[in-house]
Every structure is written in structure tokens, then in C-alpha cells.
């Protein structure tokens, strides 16, 4: 007769979540903000069964089957974006520099800028041509306007 094993619990280690750090402090600048998981860029939803047939573009659209397992919130299923998914709000809108986006087409959108050179960044339109970009970056240097894409199309002799 073969002897039963007694129930051993098994102690599960805890494992390192990267997302729980400690809390920054109450006076720390952006950039302490924006080191922490919550700027983390997440895991897009892609649309149910998009990866099955082709003809589903991956792009989110909510499930609405009297059947369908996503839906219905099934155990194992994707799971639908919903309110708790959304970032810190103190660190949305921000790049890693700790600066917002500032869409540029000339000269003199960068004005605008200069009393909000600490929150906002300069970026120039993807069609803005050479030349002025060459005279949009000058202007940014001059005001102390921090400009994001500002070595693009800017051709140099050797």
C-alpha cells in the first residue's frame, strides 16, 4: 500500500511588480514624475479576433455579440479598455524631457511660446519647408524654445 504525501503548502515567492515604487516626493519636479511606471507606454487593445481573421483591423471597437465571451468579461479573454486604464494626470500629454507638444508652422506660433518655455516644446510641421525650419529653429534658439524634431530636413554641406 502506497502511503499518501502529506499537503505541503507551497509558498509562492513574491514576484517584483515594477509598477508599485514608492511614492516621489511632495516638491519633486516633473522629471521624478515621468522616471516612475505610471509614464510607461501600455499595451494597446486591439479588436477581438483581429489576430485571427485579416479582414479585422486591429483597432479597438467594443464587442457587441449577445455571445461574445469579451463582452460578457470571460476569464482568459481580452480584456475592454475602460476608465481605470488612464494614465496619471499628472504625468499625461508629457514627453520624456517633461514637456507638452506644441504643434509650429512659423515664426510666429514660436512666439506664443515664449512665456511657456518650461511646460511646452516646440514641434514643427511635417510640412514646413527647409527654409523655414532653418528660420523657426533660429527664432526658438533666440526666445530659449526647446524644439523637438529641430534637426529634421535640415541639409548641411560637408
Known amino acids: 500500500m502506497v502511503s499518501a504525501k502529506k499537503h505541503i503548502p507551497i509558498i509562492k515567492k513574491r514576484m517584483f511588480n515594477p ?12 522629471e521624478a514624475l515621468l522616471s516612475r511606471a505610471d509614464a510607461w507606454y501600455p499595451k494597446r487593445f486591439n479588436r477581438h479576433q483581429s489576430d485571427t481573421y485579416k479582414c479585422v483591423d486591429a483597432s479597438w471597437r467594443k464587442p457587441k455579440g449577445i455571445d461574445n465571451r469579451v463582452r460578457r468579461r470571460f476569464k482568459g479573454q481580452a480584456v475592454m479598455p475602460s476608465i481605470g486604464f488612464g494614465s496619471n494626470r499628472k504625468t499625461r500629454h508629457l514627453m520624456p524631457s517633461g514637456h507638452k507638444a506644441f504643434l509650429v508652422h512659423n515664426t510666429r506660433d514660436v512666439d506664443l511660446l515664449l512665456m511657456h518655455n518650461k511646460t511646452f516644446a516646440a514641434e514643427i510641421g511635417h510640412a514646413v519647408s527647409s527654409r523655414k525650419r ?25
Not at 509598477?19 to 519633486?28: A, D, N, W
Not at 532653418?134 to 560637408?158: D, M
Request: glycine letters at 6%.
Open 19 to 30: 509598477r508599485i515604487l514608492p511614492k516621489p516626493e511632495p516638491f519633486c519636479g516633473r
Open 134 to 158: 532653418v528660420e523657426i529653429v533660429a527664432k526658438a534658439k533666440q526666445l530659449g524654445v526647446k524644439v523637438t524634431n529641430a534637426k529634421a530636413r535640415v541639409t548641411t554641406e560637408s
